[in-house]
């Protein structure tokens, strides 16, 4: 559901600047050039009527996943990586979660798009604090999006295994929407981490649904973020490690907690299955390396995401 959502957000963008301008233009075949060029430019700029001309957007989400009717971006996919966009008038003036529109959905959706959920959460949370102030936010801000941020991903954990284990289940169908609507509200602290952005390089080049790219990267980069982290970090990994044990998933650290959670929800780990060359691996890198989620809770460089994918 994220991608016509977002697919909307960008339309009602356009229709918007053809009101105010009155004059034709060409998207063509080159997305970025013309994101780089028009799109983010006039939002920098945008007139006093912008906002009067852009068509109301109401987020009615099939999914429990993105969170885009909660957000003000949108995620465009390119020929080569994924482009954002972001402004306040793309958020949605409305929402509507309707948890009968996901009872259909095939497990393996459910599954995938609760990861995207259970992500959005974790990683902004781990966004460190200073981040979230460098963006704009006031401490009170930051402390309101830490909560959102453990809500939803509260949400997600003891309510995904509910969803695949009985999916006419609406009650909890219900709290994984609004787990993905905390996740949207919990990344306005800065980006998200390192788990967006191999997933972003994985799916982009292998054309993975998102939430299944998430799934493989997720315990790859917790693992190597446990390796990095201090004392102060720490403490943050241990609270959400305990929120995994207290639904039933237990482990020593973070990473087998996650491990123990995806387990029974039949998703791929790392890049199991996928036939991946040595030059794969260096593109992968460089995808990740510029990709724009990038306040992972320590700071990472292109040699960094080389050794998570290898």
Do not use: W
Not at 58 to 84: F, H, M, N, Q, R
Not at 185 to 200: M, V
Request: glycine letters at 8%; aromatic letters at 6%; proline letters at 6%.
């Amino acid at each position: 559901t994220g991608g016509p959502l977002d697919a909307s957000k960008i339309a009602m963008l356009l229709v918007a600047k053809k009101r105010i301008e009155k004059e034709q233009f060409d998207i063509g075949r080159d997305g970025p050039t013309f994101i780089s060029d028009v799109l983010r430019p006039f939002l920098k700029t945008a007139p006093a009527e912008y906002f009067d001309s852009i068509p109301l957007i109401t987020g009615i989400p099939t999914t429990a996943g993105t969170g885009s009717e909660g957000g003000k971006s949108a995620v465009i996919t390119l020929e080569k990586g994924k482009a954002v966009i972001g402004h306040p008038s793309l958020m949605p003036r409305y929402v509507a979660l309707l948890p009968q529109l996901t009872e259909n959905l095939p497990p393996h959706l459910t599954a995938a798009t609760g990861m995207d959920a259970l992500f959005h959460n974790i990683e902004a949370f781990l966004v460190p604090y200073e981040l979230g102030l460098a963006d704009g936010l006031n401490p009170d801000e930051v402390e309101a999006c830490d909560n959102y941020a453990k809500k939803g991903a509260l949400l997600v954990i003891f309510n995904l295994p509910k969803a695949m284990e009985r999916p006419s289940d609406l009650k909890a169908r219900l709290n994984l929407q609004i787990g993905a609507l905390c996740g949207a509200k919990a990344f306005r602290k800065a980006d998200l981490g390192a788990i967006h952005a191999t997933a972003h390089a994985l799916g982009s080049k292998y054309h993975l649904h998102h939430g299944t790219a998430i799934a493989r990267m997720s315990v790859p980069v917790i693992r190597y973020n446990e390796s990095k982290i201090n004392d102060e970090q720490k403490t943050k990994f241990e609270l959400l490690r305990s929120m995994f044990s207290d639904a039933g998933f237990a482990g020593d650290t973070l990473s087998a907690a996650v491990h123990n959670f995806l387990k029974p929800l039949g998703l791929p780990f790392g890049l199991d299955g996928l036939e991946i060359t040595e030059a794969d691996i260096e593109e992968l890198s460089d995808l990740a390396t510029s990709d724009g989620c990038q306040t992972n809770v320590v700071r990472l460089g292109r040699d960094d995401y080389n050794s998570i994918f290898r």
